[in-house]
């Protein structure tokens, strides 16, 4: 059973940093793709940022520049580097695995949350 564990998420004043940190276990494989996604209250969940397999990565435009995406292999655990940060940052961040570059999001984490205050 594959399980993706969040953590890092927390509260910080505007233009601070987190890292994000999720955990994989029950791939018999290494997914082709992981990523990040983020949803506020009362907003649809938005994609962050995804990296596959050969270590190609793509962002959201709003995060460009800002966050970076990285996995360490060796430790089954995909990060998010968050820099710069900003109040319409604030949302409840997932961890998503997947088969496919475009789909990225077979499996998902119980999110962790992350609070921007100006």
């Known amino acids: 059973q594959v399980q993706l564990v969040e953590s890092g998420g927390g509260s910080v004043q505007a233009g601070g940093s987190l890292r994000l940190s999720c955990v994989v276990s029950?791939?018999?494989?290494?997914?082709?793709?992981m990523g990040w996604s983020r949803q506020a209250p009362g907003k649809e969940r938005e994609r962050v940022a995804r990296?596959?397999?050969?270590?190609?990565?793509s962002y959201a435009e709003s995060v460009e520049g800002r966050f970076t995406i990285s996995k360490d292999n060796a430790k089954n655990t995909l990060y998010l580097q968050m820099n710069s940060l900003q109040p319409e940052d604030t949302a409840l961040y997932y961890c998503?695995?997947?088969?496919?570059?475009?789909?990225?999001?077979?499996?998902w984490g119980q999110g962790t949350q992350v609070t921007v205050s100006s």
């Open positions: 998503a695995a997947g088969n496919t570059w475009y789909g990225c999001n077979n499996y």
């Open positions: 990296i596959n397999m050969q270590g190609g990565t």
């Open positions: 029950g791939y018999t494989d290494s997914p082709y793709c």
